[in-house]
């Protein structure tokens, strides 16, 4: 941490700080400028909140070098982090795309949209047993019974499945049916629930809260992985912007940050950005040109008819030709479908 | 004068510079040693490592003595360095010594 004094501030200001910085155990290497000086804390500094020192006269301002987040950082493992669930490797060489509907509602729905993405190339098949609705009068999931249909459809296309879970003591009971546990951007820092992920050894996909920064983010990642459950998938899912046009903005810049800043795998979901089926064709294509290891989208057998966010869920057609489009982009960006 | 007299005459003053460091570095560590016995001191009577009007002094004393080529601000900022070692040593000294006088209790 380094402390930067005001231009000329007072000695007696300069030593006011240092004294509360050596009493408490840290040692300081003071720089002495012409006009500025300025104090390099050494020790345990993730213990001072840098505020506190913000507010002694003459501090100009107070800076963290390291990041707060440790595990899922890039310097604490360099090489990319590579989660193996089924056959599937999110995080390595393939672009990973995992599709299926917003939520599972029958038999048929589920099997007929499993084998069409399945058929397209999807390696990964969504569906959503308990639903996060807005109201609580909008329909809130087939839960057990739906998580059953999913794993089956899965099954028979040779997929892997993806649903999220809302709370604590529905882990126990989707284990057995689900390959990669989605926590939703409502739920990013439900820090109960990411604990008791932790405790698991199932992959976790962890997406990105609405109004989330990439720092809070990935402290939301370090609690699954201080519990020693390093299989943590991050997803984009786009933030609140001043613009209401499209739901949410899609923040395509989130991916290369999080490469840099992070080991941990990255995708994102088109579909629940934007919210509108016209509009999720173009954004994955940039999501995968951006580098990202995977896209979660929204595909629906019969969208019309669907009982959650039919307006975004693709035609299982229209996802077919954006697999195609898509295996055009790969080969640019170095990677395979 | 030749290249190879050049790099003749760069050869023996580096040496020379090399005999330099060895006695700045047992002057430093003769230096540390006082520090630490004034640390192992300040633990047992648990007066506060940082002394900034010794600071003062020692700073003032040094840029006083300076002589030249190096002009006082610079010899203020490599003493700074050395300041800021002597009080992580002293520091590390007083905690040794505030343990040794609890056991002893």
Sequence with gaps: ?337 | MNPIDAQREIDRIRDAIDRVDEVIVRLLNQRAKYAIEIGEIKGILGLPIYAPEREKDVLHHVEKACEGPLDGPSMRRLFERIIDESRRVQREAAAANEQRTTENR
Aim: charged share 25%; net charge neutral.
């Design chain 1, 1 to 337: 941490m380094v402390i930067v004094m005001e231009k000329h501030a007072a000695e007696t200001n300069i030593e006011r700080v240092m004294a509360e910085l050596i009493t408490r155990g840290f040692d300081v290497h003071r720089s002495t400028g012409s006009d500025q000086t300025v104090l390099g804390v050494v020790g345990n500094v993730e213990t001072i909140d840098p505020r506190e020192f913000e507010l002694f006269d003459g501090v100009q301002e107070v800076v963290r070098i390291s990041e707060p987040y440790k595990l899922s950082s890039r310097t604490f493992r360099r090489e990319k982090t590579i989660v193996k669930v089924r056959g599937v490797e999110i995080g390595g060489t393939d672009v990973v795309v995992m599709a299926g509907p917003c939520t599972i509602e029958s038999e048929t729905q589920v099997f007929e949209t499993a084998r069409r993405v399945g058929r397209a190339g999807a390696r990964v098949l969504r569906g959503g047993a308990y639903k996060p609705r807005t109201s609580p009068y909008a329909f809130q999931g087939m839960g057990i019974e739906g998580l059953k249909l999913l794993r089956a459809a899965a099954d028979e296309n040779r997929m892997a499945t993806v649903s999220e879970v809302m709370e604590i003591s529905q882990i126990e009971g989707m284990l057995p049916y689900v390959d990669i546990l989605q926590v939703g951007a409502r739920n990013m820092q439900n820090f109960n629930l990411l604990t008791a992920l932790g405790q698991t050894r199932r992959p976790v996909l962890l997406k990105r809260g609405m109004s989330a920064t990439i720092q809070e983010w990935l402290l939301a990642a370090e609690y699954i992985m201080t519990g020693g459950n390093y299989d943590v998938i991050l997803c984009e899912r786009g933030i609140r912007t001043f613009e209401t046009y499209t739901r949410n903005t899609l923040d395509i810049s989130a991916i290369p940050v999080i490469e840099k800043l992070s080991h941990l795998p990255i995708i994102a979901d088109p579909s629940h950005a934007v919210g509108r089926r016209d509009k999720v064709m173009p954004l994955a294509r940039a999501i995968v040109a951006a580098g990202a290891d995977g896209v979660l989208i929204e595909v629906h057998h019969d969208p019309d008819k669907a009982v959650c966010d039919g307006p975004q869920s693709l035609y299982p057609d229209q996802f077919a030709r954006l697999m195609d489009e898509l295996r055009i982009i790969v080969p640019a960006v170095g990677r395979r479908l």
